[in-house]
T-cell receptor
Framework: TQLLEQSPQFLSIQEGENLTVYCNSSSVFSSLQWYRQEPGEGPVLLVTVVTGGEVKKLKRLTFQFGDARKDSSLHITAAQPGDTGLYLCAGVQGSGYALNFGKGTSLLVTP | KAGVTQTPRYLIKTRGQQVTLSCSPISGHRSVSWYQQTPGQGLQFLFEYFSETQRNKGNFPGRFSGRQFSNSRSEMNVSTLELGDSALYLC?????????????FGPGTRLTVL
């Protein structure tokens, strides 16, 4: 059973468009992380959010943690081909050590 | 600072065999976690080690085991391989583990079971 559901599963857009990826759960998380994974490599951490309602910005990427700490979103403004990759959300429950991953959103940005 | 390294990068085995994968964490990191990534299930947590002790284990059969050495290097072993064990196996290291600690992933070992 997947604790975190990501949508959409696949996304193909043109350079310059905006997009939002969602990560939803019925469970509460003490922290939630977003990763990007490129072919042949391991996931690379983009951001960690820990406070309900928190918003973090990383250049053209905006991350939001839901007020109830059950969901999160990633918004990309003016997507570029370099944004292509698999975007993964992962949450930690309580003081646990395991990351619970969503299945990911595969993003393709074409010039 | 060198990143997380995993060896081998690619491995082909047949059903029934066993396999050992290795992970060298970033220097100074004492927590090592292992994950299995498949197209159908995504990334799933296998286990986490800290100072040679397993602190947490995911929902995998006993054929999957691991250990950590005093230098924090870790190995995982899969015995009696099944076709469904074909996957990318990722390890991640961090200073102390836990959700507040940044985990750094290695490039993974691609295991194919024939």
């Amino acid at each position: 059973t997947q604790l975190l559901e990501q949508s959409p599963q696949f996304l193909s857009i043109q350079e310059g468009e905006n997009l939002t990826v969602y990560c939803n759960s019925s469970s509460v998380f003490s922290s939630l992380q977003w990763y990007r994974q490129e072919p042949g490599e391991g996931p690379v951490l983009l951001v960690t959010v820990v406070t309900g309602g928190e918003v973090k910005k990383l250049k053209r990427l905006t991350f939001q943690f839901g007020d109830a700490r059950k969901d999160s979103s990633l918004h990309i403004t003016a997507a570029q081909p370099g944004d292509t990759g698999l975007y993964l959300c992962a949450g930690v429950q309580g003081s646990g050590y395991a990351l619970n991953f969503g299945k990911g959103t595969s993003l393709l940005v074409t010039p | 600072k060198a990143g997380v390294t995993q060896t081998p990068r690619y491995l082909i085995k047949t059903r029934g065999q066993q396999v050992t994968l290795s992970c060298s964490p970033i220097s100074g990191h004492r927590s090592v976690s292992w994950y299995q990534q498949t197209p159908g299930q995504g990334l799933q947590f296998l286990f986490e080690y800290f100072s040679e002790t397993q602190r947490n284990k995911g929902n995998f059969p006993g054929r999957f085991s691991g250990r950590q050495f005093s230098n924090s290097r870790s190995e995982m072993n899969v015995s009696t391989l099944e076709l469904g064990d074909s996957a990318l196996y990722l390890c991640a290291s961090s200073f102390s583990g836990g959700g507040s600690d940044t985990q750094y992933f290695g490039p993974g070992t691609r295991l194919t079971v024939l």
